[in-house]
């Protein structure tokens, strides 16, 4: 099933929201998730409790998670800027936070308690006023999402939150609903988030009536290494990935056939060590997955240039070097030390990045994605008086005529000034 048949699929659910608010969003939940959360807002005792109840070990990593996060994504703030583009004339670019957003934090085969933060921290940097996170109810939790990603909210501040997931927490966030415990969900101008292949579909759908991150597809690694790569590294990288998704892509790229020789047997080495060994294997053993054998690392960069991953790691003699010279990748993870396991938690960066190739054209999560940049544009008589020949010329040239005697008219106003 691809995300337009999906698409087809979830219809329903979104007209039954439009129509009939949130009656439909609890009967959908209770007919797909098998739960009917207490209310659809979870209160803020709820978040308090759960942040109070956190193993310390755990409510420590939350917050080094969300402090590192800060710090990448302070330094991502936009400054208005004025240009002088003639005397008299200037053009400023104001950078406007987007006023209210949705985010969606996954609740399926795993917690997500990181997507809190790589969802929230960029958001509240930016100064969005307003934020409503989305997650499913869990049947093992009374009805709410699950505790620890319920605590991350608490922790970061976050005080509005739905027990609602699938395309009828997009629905919600789109249209909004008055609750049925009383106030009500105001509908978002942006939802972002990752999600499965009914969340991509909603966000394609009500794209217009919301703004949307990005469709999310399944996750991915491509790891470009030649014969200094640590093969237990390697085929740990893998291994981490293929643990997110039966669907999940984990593919090497090499020079080297003996490395990879070397890791196709520490793969099946670890995998008898690993948790999830069935999710993993099915992962592993997809046509999504595998080991690419290439003449050298030039061509081995161009492969992963036109795989334009979501996760690539060089793990590569010069490996700064080679890092630099990619050009189509959602973030890049340079040496041994680096591995995309500390950037879904603790590196600072964003773990909420393109995939299917859309890193062709398309950024991370960051600071940018809730920031609009609005032009001011200020020009005097004389400064428009100097440059309307031109805007003459360009009116007629489209045959666009009025647009010209927008012009006139002012210039016309003052020479009638002038002569009184």
Known sequence: MDVADAEERIRPIIGDIRTEGASAVLRWSEKLDGIRPPFLRVPTEVLAEQADGLDPAVRAALLESIARARRVHADQRRTDTTTVVVPGGTVTERWIPVERVGLYVPGGRAVYPSSVIMNVVPAQ??????LAVVSPPQRDYGGWPHPTILAACH????????AVGGAQAVAMLAFGVDLPEGGRCEPVDLVTGPGNIYVTAAKRALQGVIGIDSEAGPTEVMV???GTADPVHVA?????????DVLAAAVLVTDDPNLADRVDAEVARLLAETKHVERITEALSGTQSAIVLVEDLEQGLAVADAYAAEHLEIQTRDAREWAL????????????????????YCA????????????????????QTFLRGVHIVEYDEKALRDVAPHVLALS????????????QARLD?????EKA
């Open 413 to 417: 106003d003052g020479a009638s000034g």
């Open 125 to 130: 940097e930016a100064g969005v006023g307003s």
């Open 396 to 407: 007629d040239a489209e045959d666009l005529p009025a647009h010209g005697a927008a012009i």
């Open 348 to 367: 600072g960066s964003n773990h909420v990045l393109p995939t299917a190739g859309s890193a062709r054209h398309s950024s991370g999560l960051s600071v």
């Open 236 to 244: 740990s990288d893998l291994i981490s990935q293929a643990e997110h």
């Open 224 to 226: 470009l290494a030649d």
């Open 325 to 344: 010279r990619v050009r189509n990748a959602g973030a890049v993870f340079v040496g041994p030390y680096a591995p995309v396991s500390l950037g879904d």
């Open 155 to 162: 922790l970061l501040g976050v005080e509005e939150v739905y």
